[in-house]
């Protein structure tokens, strides 16, 4: 058996990346076993020469830890089924990539990424019968099959410090304020701030909402006499007639984006009150790593390296119930992880009095 793994992160980025490379480097070296680090994703074995670099003990012994970001980048864009050339051809390159993959001596391969990433890296390591081990990381934390993805945790703490900070200049201009945050389909990063950050109204698109709703709770609040209002509303969540919000980008990329701004006008004129939009975006991604998402990733570093040399391939490693395990991957890509409407958080945050958009 081969005793040269390849990583790679995939996907957007988010805190946390630095931290499980380094878990995963640190425990293979502690077996004698190499490991190399993939640059851009798949994308760096596409360019000729392929894009690696060994990644030793020493190179995690400073601040790579703390770091955010990926130190071998990663893309979210480059399919290697699809991919898309400078010419606007769109070609199969994975047999390319595959031996590309084989010329580096290694047959084992860890992902760090989210379910699309796993989808095609799946894809991938059954055609070249690879032997390979994937780790979740996303700030949406929408991985099926795990509690936890790396980089949730962080996003959440920005979020909610967010709320923290609009929270005094919402009060001194007796304003609603409006934040939107990411998290793709699910809505787990404005649940989850907006408990932690105290907001009145938290729209996530798992719970259908109507301005009147949002209105009525706002009424109350100035009822009671505080002049301000804290909204968290999560990037996907549609108009009330079901209308998406998506910016269009440079070769057609769609991401979502505007709801935020949406809102503000009608809540503004639903309550009559000065309104304000924050679109916190990427801002969620680059911090530094919390110290859970430090322990998380810690732990599937090790785990995954555990999985490799134990020959337990074609799995995912998974936090559930206080406990690193390991799941079949092919069933953690099956769904995706969305907030469960009848779950724990969802009545908290009803317990606190805090609307939903729904009554
Ligand atoms: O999946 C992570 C994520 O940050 C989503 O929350 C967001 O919708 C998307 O990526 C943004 O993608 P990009 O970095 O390509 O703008």
Known sequence: MSKRIAILTSGGDCAGLNAVMRAAVLRAHGLGWEVIGLENGTAGLLDSPPRYRVLKPSDFSNTVLRMGGTILGTTNSRDPFAYKMDDGRVIDRSDELLESLKGLGVDSLIGIGGDGSFAI???????GGLNFVGIPKTIDNDVFMTDFAVGYDTAVAVAT?????????????DRVMILEVMGRDAGHIALAAGIAGGADVILIPEIPYTIENIAKKIASVKKDGRNFALVIVSEAVKTPDGQKHEVVYH??????????DYLCLKIADATESEARVTVL?????????????????????VKAVDLLVEGKFGRMVAW???SVVDV??????????????DGMLVHTARALGICLGDE
């Open 320 to 322: 559930q119930n206080d």
């Open 121 to 127: 890296l799946n894809k991938l390591v059954k055609q």
């Open 328 to 341: 079949a991957i092919e069933d953690a890509i099956k769904e995706c992880h969305i907030v469960d409407k």
């Open 281 to 301: 975006g990427h801002v969620q991604r680059g911090a530094g790593p919390s110290y859970n998402d430090r322990l998380l990733a810690s732990a599937f570093g």
């Open 161 to 173: 410090e967010a709320l923290d900070r609009l929270q005094p200049t919402a009060a001194s201009h």
């Open 251 to 260: 070769g057609g990329e769609t991401r979502y984006g505007g709801i935020g």
